[in-house]
């Protein structure tokens, strides 16, 4: 259940055995560990860059925004699940904007959020306004945001995001 994966479905009991996962908490320390030494000029920014992509592939993946027929990622095949990701890039402190979004996660369908495995993201799981495509609904939920840097690039049924271990966890509904 890595990038290279077959798809399979992602049953609760499946997602909790992740968050809990041993070895995806050493991952995500071991990119946490590489990002503090690029800060302190012990690996360059390309050197970083290789090693967190290395690292990142080993992390187990979540196709949020839709399932698929015969196991393979491809948007030809792909069953829309009614659930579409935000990612807010290259922020100094994940926690801090969780703490400024939450009040708002009903009114915003917001089911899971997470600070990325790089450590400088946050990642929004919410659901599709009703009648909205994947990149209308990224769009909608930058416009609730005041988001006007958002990765439209997001907008493929494909998409996966790369999971993290429990503590990264700030948000997670009972309806995801």
């Known amino acids: ?11 609760p009991d499946l997602l909790d055995k992740v968050l809990d996962s041993s070895s995806v908490a050493k991952t995500c320390a071991e990119l946490e560990d590489a990002l503090e030494r690029c800060r302190r000029g012990e690996l360059t920014k390309e050197e ?7 690292l990142k592939k ?21 069953i829309p699940s009614g659930l579409s990701i935000y990612d807010i890039d290259h922020i100094p ?4 904007k969780w703490e400024e ?11 899971m959020a997470h600070i990325t495995p790089s450590t400088e993201g946050l990642r929004l799981v919410f659901v599709v ?21 958002y990765d439209v690039c997001v907008k493929d049924y494909a998409r996966c995001s ?5 503590e990264y966890v700030l948000f997670l509904s009972e309806r995801l």
């Open 129 to 149: 306004p009703r009648g909205m495509s994947l990149a209308e609904a990224q769009a909608w939920m930058a416009s609730m945001l005041g988001d006007t840097t």
């Open 58 to 78: 080993l992390l187990p993946v979540a196709t949020f925004h839709a399932t698929f027929k015969h196991g393979r990622r491809k948007n030809h095949e792909a």
């Open 1 to 11: 259940y890595n990038i290279k994966s077959k798809v399979r479905e992602c049953t």
């Open 101 to 111: 979004i939450e009040p708002r996660k009903e009114e915003l369908g917001i089911v």
């Open 162 to 166: 790369f999971l993290v271990p429990r």
């Open 48 to 54: 970083y860059e290789t090693l967190k992509g290395e």
């Open 93 to 96: 402190n994940p926690r801090a």
